[in-house]
């Protein structure tokens, strides 16, 4: 019934899918964290992090891909490729995502652990690496993993830009082979597997070290 | 005349046997107060009473009629039997009279004219008249309580059930609710309550019943069960229990 | 700018159909939320199965991948012909279904197992209690949380894009493809999103405000 080679080309779009992802969420994390710090450290930084978050929560990312693509392509060269303009547009909304999610992480972590630090002579720069983050990171866990799945189901927008991953795959075979029901229900099943497992395996690694820690 | 009573009751959960077979019956009028050790089963007997939960095995009457013999409306009688839980579990949505309101409308289906006259009234019995528009998170424990007990007599039920009403108080809000109680019962309404408040018990209370590992071990009126009770286990829990006030 | 104004039927057009398509997605969403939560928390085993599994696939898959499975495949296995507007819609339900149902849910467990004691102890009936004491309480509990899945819904609704309806962003693309000023028609359709989302939200908040209770609130109940 289901052919191979069906089957095989569809894969062949996985790694794109997984590439486009985990680039994103990589550029995200390394901008959630420090945004998330600066928010909470400094009052003056916070307004201008603040409409970044807003701009990256009140607009579609695929309005974002569009305008770096054709409207930023211009003069930004990279961005005329239409993977690493997905990756961009994907990270910067995960970095606004990833922000929100560690601050309320940070505001979770019970505020006498800071009063504990400072006590012992730390400065406020140090409790936060040493003391405020690692309980925080746990906590956020859970949330990094639904941010995971959300960005390999959103990693589909970047088919509207013509990437070669899974969901342009799928449209590709339903073109070619003229079958309307396979592609599309096998790329599902496909992101599926993939969205599960990464999701489910974090939330469960948080919760087992909330419970090892004691933290709520 | 029998209110309430239950014939060989028993109640297993897995494979912990909580009720271990308790024959009891509570007349009009009467307050009957049941005492015994954390884990004696009081609780579960009296959710059972209430027909909170159905027994393993044995049967309970409500005014003669076995309540799972019969086809019977369980929802009728529960309205006939009134319940105070220890957490006043107020609904959270609703105010202290909306509290009280929501059984006579929904249940009793008063009009609201009629379940907002009944509902002040009742609060005035248990003092909570001034405080109708306040939300169960705005009241204090005790607050709370009286609350509850207005929900449960609004509905003129035929008994009042009492789960320790007092033991997630502080001693001052104790007071408040023990005496809107004594309130009650001097003013004839049958009650059966558990609780450690033994000055409750010998003011007001027709029996005190002990309960130990799901049996009741001895019953009688309070001035026999206090000064001379009969076996060694009540001897032993009530000097526990008296020596400790 | 100016030129864009050129485009403000074609832009309030994609503007209206972006607007009533989040309405009816999260509407149907709403329903269907609503009955596979209370399917969840007090149905048989079957009916878990079953709910798990459409929350499962909707939840773990691209609205994108979705909407070509609404709008090609189930066409062609049913022999039930149907235009975009109506895959588009019925997919939206069923995928905000599936995200309203987890926030349905937690709010319905919120509602703690002592007011249904409650409720049965004064004598009402199941339906009573639901109707009188369960979604009252849900339904205040979920707002907040709810908010996130009328902003998500509203900015995936650009995904109907693939199936060729003529909302915002399709609009934006036509616009920007006439002009050849992708840089400006961008920008403005994203402020367009972008104040819709944020007066939408001020509206939710306003709601919300009216008809919260103290003491029944996500964080003072967990």
């Given at each position: ?6 089957l095989?080309?569809l894969l062949?779009?996985v ?5 486009i992802?985990f680039?994103s ?10 945004i ?15 409409a ?9 990312v695929l309005?974002?891909m569009l305008?770096?693509y054709f409207?930023?392509?211009g003069?930004?060269p990279?961005l005329?490729?239409p993977?690493?303009?997905a990756?961009v547009?994907?990270g910067l ?6 922000s929100?999610?560690?601050?309320g ?6 505020k006498?652990q800071?009063?504990?630090a400072l006590?012992l002579g730390?400065?406020?720069?140090e409790?936060?690496r ?6 925080a990171?746990?906590v956020?866990l859970p ?10 189901k959103?990693s589909?927008?970047?088919f509207?830009l013509g990437v070669?991953?899974l969901?342009?795959h799928?449209?590709i075979?339903r ?6 029901v396979?592609?599309y229900?096998?790329?599902a ?13 974090l939330?469960?690694?948080?919760s087992?070290?909330?419970t090892?820690?004691?933290l709520r | 005349m029998?209110v309430?009573?239950?014939k ?6 897995g494979d912990?046997e909580?009720l271990k ?5 509570i007349?009009k009028?009467?307050?009957?107060v ?9 609780s579960t007997?009296?959710?059972i009473?209430g ?5 393993t095995?044995g049967?309970v009457?409500?005014?003669g ?12 009688i529960r ?5 105070v ?9 609703l ?9 006579l409308k ?6 609201d004219?009629e ?5 002040m009234e009742?609060?005035?019995l248990?003092?909570?008249d001034?405080?109708a ?6 009241l204090s424990g005790?607050?709370q309580q009286?609350v ?7 509905m003129?039920p035929?008994?009042i ?5 007092t ?6 809000l ?13 003013r ?18 027709d ?5 130990d590992?799901?049996r ?13 009770p009969?076996t060694?286990?009540?001897r032993?829990?009530l000097?526990r229990l008296?020596?400790?006030v | 700018?100016y030129?864009?104004?050129?485009y403000?039927?074609?832009?309030i057009?994609?503007f209206?159909v972006?607007v009533?398509?989040?309405l009816?997605?999260?509407a149907g969403?709403v329903v ?6 209370l ?7 079957l ?5 798990n ?5 909707f939840r773990?898959?691209?609205l994108?991948?979705q909407?070509?499975?609404?709008y090609?495949?189930?066409p062609?296995?049913t022999?039930?012909k149907w235009?975009?507007l109506t895959a588009?819609?019925?997919t939206?339900?069923?995928?905000s279904?599936a995200?309203q149902?987890?926030y349905?849910?937690g709010?319905i467990e919120a509602v703690f ?10 004598g ?10 369960v ?12 908010t ?6 509203g ?6 894009i693939?199936?060729?309806?003529r ?5 934006a693309?036509s ?6 000023r ?8 994203g ?9 939408s939200?001020?509206?939710?908040d306003?709601?919300y405000?009216?008809?919260?209770i103290?003491?029944l609130a996500?964080?003072?109940v967990?």
């Open positions: 019934m289901i052919d191979p080679n069906d095989l080309f062949q779009g790694p794109a899918t997984l590439a992802s680039l969420f990589g550029i995200g994390f390394a901008l959630g964290i420090p998330a710090v600066a928010r909470q450290m400094s009052p003056s930084l916070s307004y201008l992090m603040e970044y978050e807003k701009a990256f929560r009140g607009i579609p309005v974002f305008l770096f409207g930023l392509g003069f930004v990279f005329k490729d993977f690493t303009c990756v547009a994907l909304r995960s970095g606004a995502f990833q929100q999610i560690f601050r992480a940070i505001n979770s972590v019970d006498q800071m009063m504990a006590s730390m400065t406020k720069t409790a936060f040493y003391v405020i983050l690692p309980q990171f746990i956020a949330g990094l993993g639904s941010e995971i799945s959300l960005l390999i959103d589909s927008y970047a509207i070669l991953e969901t342009k799928a449209d075979l073109k070619a082979s003229r079958s309307f396979f592609p229900l096998m790329a099943v496909l992101y599926i597997l993939m969205t599960f497992p990464i999701a489910n395996y939330d469960k690694w948080g087992r070290l909330k090892k820690y004691g | 029998e309430l009573a239950c060989g009751l028993r109640k297993v959960y912990l909580v077979g308790i024959d009891f019956s007349n009028g009467e307050t009957k049941i005492i015994g050790p954390s884990g004696s089963g009081k007997f009296l959710r009473m027909l909170l939960e159905p027994p095995e049967k009457f409500f005014e009629k076995d309540v799972y013999g019969e086809n019977l409306n369980l929802n009728m309205a006939k039997i009134g319940f839980f220890q957490d006043p579990s107020l609904f959270r949505h105010t202290a009279l909306e509290n009280v309101k929501l059984g929904v249940v009793l289906k008063m009009s004219e379940a907002t006259k009944k509902a009742t609060l005035k248990v003092r909570m001034e405080w528009d306040y939300y169960p998170a705005q005790g607050q009286r509850g007990i207005a929900r449960a007599l609004a003129d035929d008994i059930l009492f789960d320790e009403p033991a997630s108080l502080d001693i001052e104790t007071w408040e609710v023990i005496d809107v109680m004594k309130d009650l019962a001097r004839g309404i049958t009650m059966l309550v558990v609780t450690h408040e033994i000055g409750f018990a010998k003011e007001v209370a029996e005190i019943v002990l309960m590992s799901g009741i071990v001895e019953s009688g009126p309070p001035e026999q069960m206090l000064k001379s009969k060694e286990r009540a032993e829990f000097g008296l020596g400790g | 700018m030129f864009i104004l050129e403000s039927q074609f832009i057009e994609g209206y972006t009533t398509m989040t009816v997605g999260l969403g269907l939320g609503v009955l596979s939560a399917g969840d928390v007090y149905g048989g085993k009916l878990k199965i079953i709910i599994s459409y929350v499962e696939f773990g898959s691209p994108i991948v909407l070509l499975i609404f090609y495949s189930i062609a296995i022999g039930v235009d975009a588009g819609s019925l939206l339900m069923l995928n279904g995200y149902k987890g349905f849910k709010a197992k002592d007011q249904l004691i409650a409720a049965k102890s004064l009402m009936t199941f339906p009573q209690t639901l109707r009188h004491v979604l009252p309480q849900a339904l205040r509990i979920v707002i907040p949380p709810w996130n899945e009328y902003v998500s819904l900015l995936s609704t650009s995904a109907l693939v199936i060729g309806i909302e915002l962003t399709n609009v693309v616009i920007s493809a006439q002009t050849f992708p840089l400006e028609v961008y920008l403005f359709i402020l367009i999103y972008f104040v819709w989302i944020t007066l939200l001020k509206v939710l306003w709601v405000n009216k008809v919260k103290p003491g996500v964080s003072e967990m």
